[in-house]
T-cell receptor, first 114, second 111 residues
Framework: GQQVMQIPQYQHVQEGEDFTTYCNSSTTLSNIQWYKQRPGGHPVFLIQLVKSGEVKKQKRLTFQFGEAKKNSSLHITATQTTDVGTYFCAGDSADSGGYQKVTFGTGTKLQVIP | SQTIHQWPATLVQPVGSPLSLECTVEGTSNPNLYWYRQAAGRGLQLLFYSVGIGQISSEVPQNLSASRPQDRQFILSSKKLLLSDSGFYLC??????????FGPGTRLTVT
């Protein structure tokens, strides 16, 4: 079945440093979604990318979808303590039959040291 | 925007006891609904999803079951809980672009 891996699994950064998490799928995706889960909370939808090579920005967050639609990245510029949490990508396989059954990545846990 | 309700927030149950977790959705109609389980510090495991009333697809063989008696109601059940059923159970509903909105979750500890 479809597998979605994220690296790194954990990342500790000093406040103000940049952070990047990478997401790789074993199959071609029709779209990629990104979620953030704060400690003790539930995942919250951040953004969805659909087009090959698409880049979207949300303030200090930059999201990219690979040209082959099999990988994606999330980059945070100048991290803040409010960025702490686990970031998940989630992909809907291009051959899923339209049921929108996304597969979540393994997640990257970000810790920001003040 | 839609709101996902889940209860209870926490639950401690003995091994062998039954389970019923309910999820209700407000602010949308005919959503896809999902049950996920998350072990401590781990990723999200899809357990069941539903594209309509009475339509349930199971992703992982286990002693859990799901039902969707109404359009915006999704129920997760078990007749006899196992220790391995402990975890954080999350219900999710789809938005207009099939993004997922999650409820607050239920933390289940089986003792």
């Amino acid at each position: 079945g479809q597998q979605v891996m994220q690296i790194p699994q954990y990342q500790h950064v000093q406040e103000g440093e940049d952070f990047t998490t990478y997401c790789n799928s074993s199959t071609t995706l029709s779209n990629i979604q990104w979620y953030k889960q704060r400690p003790g909370g539930h995942p919250v939808f951040l953004i969805q990318l659909v087009k090959s090579g698409e880049v979207k920005k949300q303030k200090r967050l930059t999201f990219q979808f690979g040209e082959a639609k099999k990988n994606s990245s999330l980059h945070i510029t100048a991290t803040q303590t409010t960025d702490v949490g686990t970031y998940f990508c989630a992909g809907d396989s291009a051959d899923s039959g339209g049921y929108q059954k996304v597969t979540f990545g393994t997640g990257t846990k970000l810790q920001v040291i003040p | 925007s839609q709101t996902i309700h889940q209860w209870p927030a926490t639950l401690v149950q003995p091994v062998g006891s039954p389970l019923s977790l309910e999820c209700t959705v407000e602010g949308t109609s005919n959503p896809n609904l999902y049950w996920y389980r998350q072990a401590a510090g781990r990723g999200l495991q899809l357990l069941f999803y539903s594209v309509g009333i009475g339509q349930i697809s199971s992703e992982v063989p286990q002693n859990l079951s799901a039902s969707r008696p109404q359009d915006r109601q999704f129920i997760l059940s078990s007749k006899k809980l196992l220790l391995s059923d402990s975890g954080f159970y999350l219900c999710a509903s789809t938005g207009r672009s099939y993004e997922q909105y999650f409820g607050p979750g239920t933390r289940l500890t089986v003792t």
